[in-house]
């Protein structure tokens, strides 16, 4: 009989317990809150007062919370035409400034010794080269240009040609001559090929450039 009293007793004090500390917790909160909301309508006050409102708290809140929102959606605003701006500026830039992103140099055909400068002349020993004119196609500007004086000599076989290279090639896809840069070189069911691309252009050329339509790879620019 004595353990079930006992038992009991716990179970009323414990019940107690909780709800003593249930209620210095209400208490508690109630007074953080209560401050809490006291130094804010203060501080409202206080603002309403330095800008001279004259609108109700309710009111003067509504106003800034659409000022806020306005003020976020001309932040978004701003973003979008700041990236749309920058990708129209990385556009030209790519455009204009491709010759930049030239990954290979053309091969060395021309040695030292090849070269003999003298007081009065400069004397370039090249086997059977051969002087090329350009049009005033910007498609390796600023690398070539139609005031450029270049050297071509003929390629006796694809294994002289390397990624890098500027060849001069008979298009049949535009039916007239091109010089531009070997960006890759393979070998297909026909044989070997190379891609070609101009410098200032922003994509490849259309075709596979045979070997017998080369008329000659560059050696030599003289500005």
Do not use: C
Request: hydrophobic share 40%; glycine share 4%.
């Amino acid at each position: 009989m004595m353990i079930t009293i006992s038992k009991r007793v716990m179970i009323v004090l414990v019940v107690f317990l909780a709800l003593s500390l249930v209620l210095v917790i209400s208490a508690v909160l109630d007074r953080v809150l209560g401050s809490y909301s006291y130094y804010d309508t203060k501080s409202l006050k206080e603002y309403k007062r330095q800008i001279n409102s004259t609108l109700s708290n309710k009111e003067f809140i509504e106003e800034l919370v659409n000022q806020n929102l306005a003020q976020r959606i001309r932040i978004r605003e701003l973003e979008e035409e700041l990236m749309n701006k920058e990708r129209i500026i990385d556009s030209l830039m790519k455009r204009l400034n491709f010759s930049a992103q030239v990954k290979s140099s053309p091969f060395n055909r021309i040695s030292r010794d090849d070269i003999r400068v003298y007081n009065d002349r400069i004397i370039i020993y090249v086997n059977k080269a051969f002087p090329v004119a350009f049009t005033r196609s910007r498609s390796m500007y600023p690398f070539i240009n139609e005031n450029v004086f270049a050297l071509e000599i003929k390629p006796k076989s694809p294994n002289e040609l390397r990624v890098g290279d500027i060849i001069g090639f008979e298009s049949k896809t535009f039916n007239t001559s091109i010089i531009h840069r070997i960006i890759e070189i393979g070998e297909d069911e026909q044989g070997w090929y190379a891609i070609t691309k101009g410098d200032n252009n922003p994509v490849p050329d259309p075709e596979k450039v045979r070997f017998e339509d080369i008329s000659g790879v560059l050696v030599g620019l003289i500005y």
